[in-house]
C-alpha cells in the first residue's frame, strides 16, 4: 500500500510538471492563447441560442422542463471543457506517435506509455470558458429548480462528474487505440465526436433501444446524464450503481486494449 501511495504520488508530481511545461509553452503565443479562448466563447453562444430557444418554447422532456435541461445543457458545456483540455490534444497525437515512429522514443522513457501519451499535453485555454459557462448554467438551473444545496448533493453531482470525466477518457481514446492496427482512425473519430455531440440533451429524448446501448455498451450517456438525473431524483439505484461501476469497467478493457495494442505495435526500426 505505501509502496502504491508513493508510486501515485510520484505520478501526481510528473502530471503538474506537465500543467507547468504547457501553461509556460502556451504563454510563449500569448496571442494565439486568447484568440484559442475567443473561438470557444464564440462557439458557447451557439449553445446559449440553443437555451433561449428552449425557454422561449417552453419546452419539456418528459418531466424535464426548461430549467432541468439548462442542467443538463451546463453539465455538457463542462464535460466539453475538461475533455478539450485534458484529453482531445492527447488523442489526436497517438496516431502520429504510431506512424511516424515517434513512439519509440516514448517506449524508454521510465514511466508509463499509455500515462504519458494520453496525458503529456493540456490545453489550459479553452477549458476556461466552457467550466465558467458551464457552472454558471448548472447552478442557475439547480436553484430555478429548487434543488436543496447540501453537502450530499455537492458530493453526488462531483462524483458523478468525476465517473463521467474517466467514461471520457475510455470512449475518445478508443480511435487511437485502433490506429495501431487500422493506422488511420480518422473516419471512426468523426463518428465517436458525432456521438460525443449526442450528450447535449437529457437522454429521454432517445428511444429505449438507444438509451440501454448509451448506457450499458458504449456508456456515453452517462457523461452528461447522470449527474443532473442524480439530484433531479430521477435516477434508481441500480442506475446510480452503474454509473460508478461503468467507469471502472470501462478503464480496466481500454487497458487490456492498450496492452493488446503495444504488444501489436511494431516500430519504426521494425
Same mark, same amino acid.
Given at each position: 500500500?505505501?509502496?502504491?501511495?508513493?508510486? &501515485?504520488?510520484?505520478?501526481?508530481?510528473?502530471?503538474?510538471?506537465?500543467?507547468? #511545461?504547457? /501553461?509556460?509553452?502556451?504563454?510563449?503565443?500569448?496571442?494565439?492563447?486568447?484568440?484559442?479562448?475567443? $473561438?470557444?466563447?464564440?462557439?458557447?453562444?451557439?449553445? !446559449?441560442?440553443?437555451?433561449?430557444?428552449?425557454?422561449?418554447?417552453?419546452?419539456?422532456?418528459?418531466?424535464?422542463?426548461?430549467? %432541468?435541461?439548462?442542467?443538463?445543457? %451546463?453539465?455538457?458545456?463542462?464535460?466539453?471543457g475538461l475533455y478539450a483540455g485534458l484529453f482531445f490534444t492527447n488523442f489526436v497525437r497517438i496516431p502520429d506517435y504510431v506512424r511516424t515512429g515517434e513512439l519509440d522514443l516514448l517506449l524508454v522513457k521510465p514511466i508509463s506509455l499509455q500515462f504519458m501519451v494520453s496525458l503529456r499535453y493540456i490545453d489550459l485555454g479553452m477549458p476556461i470558458p466552457n467550466l465558467a459557462a458551464g457552472i454558471t448554467m448548472v447552478s442557475i438551473g439547480w436553484s430555478a429548480l429548487g434543488i436543496p444545496v447540501t453537502f450530499y448533493n455537492l458530493c453526488v453531482f462531483a462524483l458523478?462528474?468525476?465517473?463521467?470525466?474517466?467514461?471520457?477518457?475510455? &470512449?475518445?481514446?478508443?480511435?487511437?487505440?485502433?490506429?495501431?492496427?487500422?493506422?488511420?482512425?480518422?473516419?471512426?473519430?468523426?463518428?465517436?465526436?458525432?456521438?460525443?455531440?449526442?450528450?447535449?440533451? =437529457?437522454?429521454?429524448?432517445?428511444?429505449? &433501444?438507444?438509451?440501454?446501448? %448509451?448506457?450499458?455498451?458504449?456508456? /456515453?450517456?452517462?457523461?452528461? #446524464? /447522470?449527474?443532473?438525473?442524480?439530484?433531479?431524483?430521477?435516477?434508481?439505484?441500480? &442506475?446510480?450503481?452503474? %454509473?460508478?461501476?461503468? =467507469?471502472?469497467? !470501462?478503464?480496466?478493457? $481500454?487497458?487490456?486494449?492498450?496492452?493488446?495494442?503495444?504488444? #501489436?505495435?511494431?516500430?519504426?526500426?521494425?
Amino acid at each position: 500500500m505505501k509502496a502504491w501511495l508513493s508510486t &501515485l504520488k510520484s505520478y501526481f508530481i510528473i502530471y503538474l510538471r506537465f500543467i507547468k #511545461n504547457c /501553461f509556460i509553452a502556451q504563454m510563449e503565443y500569448r496571442t494565439n492563447f486568447v484568440l484559442g479562448i475567443a $473561438v470557444e466563447i464564440a462557439y458557447l453562444f451557439s449553445k !446559449l441560442l440553443y437555451v433561449i430557444v428552449v425557454y422561449k418554447t417552453d419546452l419539456h422532456i418528459g418531466d424535464i422542463t426548461p430549467d %432541468g435541461i439548462l442542467m443538463f445543457v %451546463g453539465t455538457y458545456t463542462i464535460m466539453t471543457g475538461l475533455y478539450a483540455g485534458l484529453f482531445f490534444t492527447n488523442f489526436v497525437r497517438i496516431p502520429d506517435y504510431v506512424r511516424t515512429g515517434e513512439l519509440d522514443l516514448l517506449l524508454v522513457k521510465p514511466i508509463s506509455l499509455q500515462f504519458m501519451v494520453s496525458l503529456r499535453y493540456i490545453d489550459l485555454g479553452m477549458p476556461i470558458p466552457n467550466l465558467a459557462a458551464g457552472i454558471t448554467m448548472v447552478s442557475i438551473g439547480w436553484s430555478a429548480l429548487g434543488i436543496p444545496v447540501t453537502f450530499y448533493n455537492l458530493c453526488v453531482f462531483a462524483l458523478y462528474l468525476a465517473a463521467a470525466l474517466m467514461i471520457t477518457y475510455g &470512449l475518445m481514446i478508443i480511435p487511437a487505440l485502433l490506429s495501431f492496427w487500422f493506422v488511420n482512425t480518422g473516419g471512426l473519430a468523426g463518428i465517436f465526436y458525432a456521438i460525443w455531440d449526442a450528450n447535449n440533451m =437529457p437522454m429521454p429524448i432517445y428511444s429505449r &433501444l438507444i438509451q440501454r446501448i %448509451g448506457v450499458y455498451v458504449l456508456p /456515453f450517456l452517462v457523461i452528461t #446524464n /447522470f449527474a443532473p438525473m442524480t439530484v433531479m431524483g430521477q435516477l434508481d439505484k441500480g &442506475l446510480m450503481l452503474w %454509473g460508478a461501476a461503468a =467507469p471502472i469497467l !470501462l478503464l480496466a478493457a $481500454v487497458r487490456l486494449v492498450w496492452n493488446k495494442a503495444i504488444k #501489436n505495435y511494431s516500430s519504426a526500426s521494425g
